[in-house]
């Protein structure tokens, strides 16, 4: 199969063994039928050991695996009717960033996602997923006009990061980070953000802000890519790995630091392997999600967004406390 | 041996030329030289001009004490979450050492300076980011303090001013630094909508989730001269569009062109202008108009 990973190998191995060995019964008189079973009770107990037991690292892999479901298959699989809208309306359409109107169980909604390609040449077309300038106000567009029509937004966020190019400075990167940042604070209608793949640093939070924060298991939100953090930190980016570790930036480790609200469960060894299924698992906790904030007030969803981010931080006072108040 | 004295002294054998790094030795402290234009100066006329070279107008390095002296009221200044420190959220390996050194080194608990103060007589919520703790970058405690300070400015109904100077996010803090950004333009959101108003007054050097949150939201973005501002690092795009990049590339003239920028403002007239854009935002005034 192609696209394997590493630590899944003796998954793999065995797998094709096994399929050797059944092609080999059928073609023969030897029976293999008692050691194909031993083989395949292994295979079930080695499947769990590795699945079920992930580093960061692992993770990282498959968050970034070539064949991960981007926001346009999850879209298709999850919602009816999805328009697609283009532009910004100031400067152009940026593809590395789609959106447009759909209906979620017969509920009208405004979905928008980072979009990565599958190959070379979607991915030269979508920038790899990272948006510039107006990737951003294109999507801000969007929600300010799900606020129009009182739809309630769901962002699915999968980006390495905002492009870091010249013309994307020039056009104002960080103002158009930082714009989505505040207005997003504001929505009058409900926010539902999930992580589906590489939620990297301020071009994914610039999507991000929400009533809730959604990652699937595999999938990883940080301030930066493991790389970047080893080369910043410890000069040396071949140590991705250790920095997938300290810088805390799975699912498990998020929901550990309460950052995000719910993880996601991944169909075994990963999303890609069964999109259909895992489609399935988003649905559910995605109709919990609506349920839930379709039942609160403007202000209310507003209050919770404030009290949400402003709890996020780690801080003391271990002296007297000696400013004004 | 009397005679000795009297007779002249001998020839010296060897010339002494002043080696390159007794030119460059300005006695400590008395002097300043300017890294732009080379012109040595007075420290003590240096800082009576905030700071700016009397030769070329190169802005030098303020830290908060210098900022908050050079543009606040005298006496004005009450401090605000002083005492705020950082945790070790990730327990990442020598942090607190790290955080401890810096303390040290510049008298501050963290990289933000937060308080209130006034402006030629306005009074202000004011945060001063100071690039001397840990290069100004963002952890919780940055987040914490300036989200404090929007929100006393709410409270008080004064205007929030933010002077920032910041290498972005802190490392150190991973994700939760990421998540300061939100917390910051979610508190800034919540006062403009209440009608408060927020200056943001961009130093060297501004970049990362720094610039791509509260120090892009003013109603009025403005910057010091040969300010370095930015989102992506010079050299991460240089690799990622593999061409030279301009020489003003992210500075504060770069962005004024560019129209990310409100205006440029020499830190000399820094005080008079803020005052003039404050004054403006005071009720007031009469004017008369019949009606039909």
Same mark, same amino acid.
């Given at each position: 199969?192609?696209?394997?990973?590493?630590?899944?190998?003796?998954?793999?191995?065995?797998?094709?063994?096994?399929?050797?060995?059944?092609?080999?019964?059928?073609?023969?008189?030897?029976?293999?039928?008692?050691?194909?079973?031993?083989?395949?009770?292994?295979?079930?107990?080695?499947?769990?050991?590795?699945?079920? =037991?992930?580093?960061?690292?692992?993770?990282?892999?498959?968050?970034?695996?070539?064949?991960?479901?981007?926001?346009?298959?999850?879209?298709?699989?999850?919602?009816?009717?999805?328009?697609?809208?283009?532009?910004?309306?100031?400067?152009?359409?940026?593809?590395?960033?789609?959106?447009?109107?759909?209906?979620?169980?017969?509920?009208?909604?405004?979905?928008?996602?980072?979009?990565?390609?599958?190959?070379?040449?979607?991915?030269?077309?979508? =920038?790899?997923?990272?948006?510039?300038?107006?990737?951003?106000?294109?999507?801000?567009?969007?929600?300010?006009?799900?606020?129009?029509?009182?739809?309630?937004?769901?962002?699915?966020?999968?980006?390495?990061?905002?492009?870091?190019?010249?013309?994307?400075?020039?056009?104002?990167?960080?103002?158009?980070?930082?714009?989505?940042?505040?207005?997003?604070?504001?929505?009058?209608?409900?926010?539902?953000?999930?992580?589906?793949?590489?939620?990297?640093?301020?071009?994914?939070?610039?999507?991000?802000?929400?009533?809730?924060?959604?990652?699937?298991?595999?999938?990883?939100?940080?301030?930066?890519?493991?790389?970047?953090?080893?080369?910043?930190?410890?000069?040396?980016?071949?140590?991705?790995?250790?920095?997938?570790?300290?810088?805390?930036?799975?699912?498990?480790?998020?929901?550990?630091?309460?950052?995000?609200?719910?993880?996601?469960?991944?169909?075994?060894?990963?999303?890609?392997?069964?999109?259909?299924?895992?489609?399935?698992?988003?649905?559910?906790?995605?109709?919990?999600?609506?349920?839930?904030?379709?039942?609160?007030?403007?202000?209310?969803?507003?209050?919770?967004?404030?009290?949400?981010?402003?709890?996020?931080?780690?801080?003391?006072?271990?002296?007297?406390?000696?400013?004004?108040? | 041996?009397?005679?000795?004295?009297?007779?002249?002294?001998?020839?010296?054998?060897?010339?002494?030329?002043?080696?390159?790094?007794?030119?460059?030795?300005?006695?400590?402290?008395?002097?300043?030289?300017?890294?732009?234009?080379?012109?040595?100066?007075?420290?003590?006329?240096?800082?009576?001009?905030?700071?700016?070279?009397? %030769?070329?107008?190169?802005?030098? %390095?303020?830290?908060?004490?210098?900022?908050?002296?050079?543009?606040?009221?005298?006496?004005?200044?009450?401090?605000?979450? &002083?005492?705020?420190?950082?945790?070790?959220?990730?327990?990442?390996?020598?942090?607190?050492?790290?955080?401890?050194?810096?303390?040290?080194?510049?008298?501050?608990?963290?990289?933000?300076?937060?308080?209130?103060?006034?402006?030629?007589?306005?009074?202000?919520?004011?945060?001063?980011?100071?690039?001397?703790? &840990?290069?100004?970058?963002?952890?919780?405690?940055?987040?914490?303090?300036?989200?404090?300070?929007?929100?006393?400015?709410?409270?008080?109904?004064?205007?929030?001013?933010?002077?920032?100077?910041?290498?972005?996010?802190?490392?150190?803090?991973?994700?939760?630094?990421?998540?300061?950004?939100?917390?910051?333009?979610?508190?800034?959101?919540?006062?403009?909508?209440?009608?408060?108003?927020?200056?943001?007054?961009?130093?060297?050097?501004?970049?990362?989730?720094?610039?791509?949150?509260?120090?892009?939201?003013?109603?009025?973005?403005?910057?010091?001269?040969?300010?370095?501002?930015?989102?992506?690092?010079? &050299?991460?795009?240089?690799?990622?569009?593999?061409?030279?990049?301009?020489?003003?590339?992210?500075?504060?003239?770069?962005?004024?062109?560019?129209?990310?920028?409100?205006?440029?403002?020499?830190?000399?007239?820094?005080?008079?202008?803020?005052?003039?854009?404050?004054?403006?935002?005071?009720?007031?005034?009469?004017?008369?108009? %019949?009606?039909?």
């Amino acid at each position: 199969m192609a696209g394997e990973l590493e630590f899944e190998k003796p998954v793999i191995e065995l797998r094709k063994k096994i399929g050797e060995l059944k092609e080999f019964t059928k073609n023969t008189d030897v029976d293999l039928t008692s050691e194909i079973d031993k083989l395949e009770a292994r295979l079930e107990k080695l499947e769990s050991e590795i699945y079920e =037991n992930m580093k960061p690292w692992d993770r990282v892999q498959i968050a970034r695996h070539p064949s991960r479901p981007t926001t346009l298959e999850y879209i298709s699989l999850l919602f009816t009717d999805f328009f697609e809208c283009h532009g910004d309306r100031s400067f152009g359409d940026d593809e590395a960033i789609v959106g447009g109107i759909a209906k979620f169980h017969g509920y009208p909604v405004t979905v928008i996602g980072h979009q990565r390609g599958k190959d070379t040449k979607e991915n030269i077309r979508r =920038n790899f997923g990272m948006p510039h300038p107006e990737g951003y106000r294109k999507a801000l567009r969007l929600m300010k006009q799900a606020e129009k029509f009182k739809r309630p937004i769901i962002c699915f966020i999968d980006t390495k990061g905002a492009y870091p190019g010249k013309a994307a400075e020039e056009r104002g990167q960080s103002e158009a980070i930082a714009r989505n940042l505040f207005e997003m604070a504001g929505l009058k209608v409900p926010v539902i953000c999930v992580v589906i793949g590489e939620g990297g640093s301020g071009g994914a939070l610039a999507l991000g802000v929400g009533n809730y924060i959604h990652m699937l298991e595999n999938s990883t939100y940080s301030v930066i890519s493991p790389e970047g953090a080893a080369a910043i930190l410890w000069k040396d980016s071949t140590l991705a790995k250790k920095a997938a570790e300290t810088m805390k930036i799975t699912a498990p480790d998020l929901k550990g630091l309460g950052i995000i609200d719910e993880i996601i469960p991944e169909v075994k060894g990963g999303a890609h392997k069964d999109v259909a299924q895992q489609a399935k698992y988003m649905d559910k906790i995605l109709k919990d999600s609506m349920s839930e904030l379709l039942a609160m007030s403007e202000d209310a969803l507003i209050d919770q967004r404030y009290e949400k981010y402003k709890a996020i931080g780690e801080y003391s006072f271990p002296n007297e406390f000696i400013g004004v108040k | 041996m009397l005679k000795e004295l009297f007779t002249k002294t001998k020839k010296k054998k060897y010339a002494t030329i002043p080696s390159e790094a007794a030119k460059q030795d300005v006695p400590e402290g008395i002097m300043t030289k300017c890294p732009n234009c080379k012109k040595i100066m007075y420290t003590k006329e240096l800082n009576k001009n905030c700071k700016v070279c009397i %030769q070329c107008g190169y802005h030098h %390095q303020m830290d908060s004490a210098e900022r908050i002296k050079s543009f606040l009221d005298a006496g004005s200044f009450r401090e605000l979450d &002083r005492e705020m420190v950082s945790g070790n959220p990730l327990g990442f390996p020598e942090y607190v050492e790290k955080l401890e050194k810096d303390r040290e080194k510049t008298g501050l608990n963290e990289a933000v300076v937060t308080g209130l103060g006034s402006v030629n007589g306005y009074d202000v919520s004011i945060a001063i980011m100071d690039a001397t703790f &840990r290069m100004g970058s963002m952890g919780s405690v940055v987040g914490e303090k300036i989200t404090r300070a929007i929100e006393k400015a709410d409270e008080l109904s004064v205007p929030f001013i933010i002077f920032t100077a910041s290498g972005g996010a802190r490392m150190q803090e991973g994700v939760l630094s990421l998540m300061q950004m939100a917390k910051t333009s979610v508190a800034l959101k919540r006062f403009s909508d209440n009608g408060g108003l927020i200056i943001s007054i961009m130093t060297h050097p501004t970049t990362g989730g720094v610039s791509a949150s509260f120090a892009s939201l003013g109603d009025y973005n403005l910057a010091e001269p040969g300010a370095l501002i930015g989102f992506a690092g010079r &050299r991460i795009i240089e690799q990622t569009i593999r061409e030279d990049l301009p020489e003003d590339f992210q500075t504060s003239e770069f962005l004024l062109k560019h129209g990310q920028l409100d205006a440029v403002i020499s830190r000399v007239d820094l005080k008079e202008k803020i005052a003039g854009i404050l004054e403006i935002h005071q009720p007031g005034g009469t004017f008369e108009w %019949q009606e039909n």
